[in-house]
């Protein structure tokens, strides 16, 4: 169907007919020069019925034009059919680590050696590519806290960003308080039963305004769940300069109020030393039961301005055209153009 957004434009239309009415018409009273065949001179002739003709023309295309500019300033929209939203699922936030310690290379992935950050966006690339009819919203964190993408049913935006994402973009440390902050902000508009935050670091809290257990006790307020998935190989053997040595690589992981985060919002904490209980572990998360949501309607919308004005644009060159002035300037220029053959004449 075809909605006028603003039908008020409309009121304009009589206002030609309105200025034709009131104000006082050109006459020319003062006779420059007396002819006194004039009544036999202004037969209407050939000449004058096309002059005539061509002033119908005119006038015809002035309407049109002045019509077409007020219906398009009216703002005629196309309104789709309704299209409804899908009814079940969550609202999912994912909030992921990308401080300077998400570099460390002790994850192995298709065969090759690579980076804890590279591992992340593998699993969880694939994980919202299956959480179909879930509202998905992205929060990266480091020494800030910030939304990469809002709460959308568009999981392939949101995979991309993530994927697109550099390494210590957001700072070199951890602020998983903020993280925490910002995904209940985020979610507090939203269905109360439906509030889901799965957060996955490799550290501990050592940034930010707020910290992690004061903020898992205002998301237990608010109803938000949270799963948190403490990311990072237990053994990594390092050269030496005479041997080889084993480190430990998440040595500064905070488990303990990792742990307390989740049991105090009633989620879950899970470890994982490797990609492929990262993906055991979102494979899980996965399998969570949907939950019953309002239903949602969206109507497309397509905006159908341009159409009338460019008619009246087409209408406007036309009664150029026409004009006296236009046909005598086109054809002093078709006279002055030289012949190419001008020459061989002479």
């Known amino acids: 169907m075809i909605e006028i957004l603003w039908p008020w434009a409309f009121s304009v239309l009589p206002l030609p007919l309105l200025m034709y009415i009131l104000l006082p018409r050109f006459e020319q009273r003062d006779t420059a020069l007396y002819v006194p065949f004039y009544r036999s001179a202004t037969s209407f002739d050939a ?100 939304l990469q993408t809002p709460l959308t049913f568009d999981r392939n935006t949101v995979r991309t960003l993530l994927l697109e994402t550099p390494l210590g973009v957001a700072g070199g440390k951890t602020a998983i308080g903020d993280a925490i902050g910002l995904a209940v902000k985020r979610l507090h508009d939203r269905p109360a039963d439906s509030r889901i935050l799965i957060l996955l670091t490799d550290g501990q809290n050592n940034a930010g305004e707020v910290t992690p257990i004061k903020a898992a006790q205002i998301a237990a307020q608010e109803g938000v769940k949270i799963y948190t998935i403490g990311f990072g190989a237990d053994e990594l053997t390092v050269p030496g300069l005479l041997f080889n040595r084993t480190i430990n690589p998440s040595s500064e992981l905070d488990s303990k109020t990792l742990t307390e985060i989740a049991e105090t919002t009633g989620g879950i904490y899970q470890r994982a030393r490797d990609s492929r209980e990262l993906v055991q572990i979102y494979e899980q998360l996965d399998r969570l039961e949907p939950i019953e949501q309002d239903v949602e309607v969206y109507r497309p919308v397509k905006s159908l301005y341009f159409w009338p004005l460019g008619l009246a644009l087409i209408c406007s060159f036309l009664i150029a055209l026409l004009h006296p002035q236009t046909r005598i300037w086109v054809a002093q220029q078709l006279a002055s153009k030289p012949r190419p053959n001008a020459e061989l004449d002479s």
Not at 85 to 99: E, H
Not at 114 to 120: F, K
């Open 47 to 146: 000449q004058q019925l096309a002059t005539a003709r061509r002033n119908l023309w005119q006038r015809f295309l002035l309407i049109l034009c002045w019509l077409a500019l007020v219906v398009a300033a009216a703002q005629p929209q196309f309104i789709g059919d309704p299209v409804e939203l899908p009814t079940t699922g969550r609202d999912l936030m994912l909030a992921v680590d990308i401080s300077g310690s998400m570099g460390t290379e002790d994850m192995v992935l298709n065969g090759q050696k690579t980076t804890r950050l590279e591992v992340v966006k593998d699993v969880i690339g694939d994980f919202v590519e299956r959480r179909e009819g879930d509202r998905l919203g992205l929060i990266l964190f480091g020494s800030l806290a910030y």
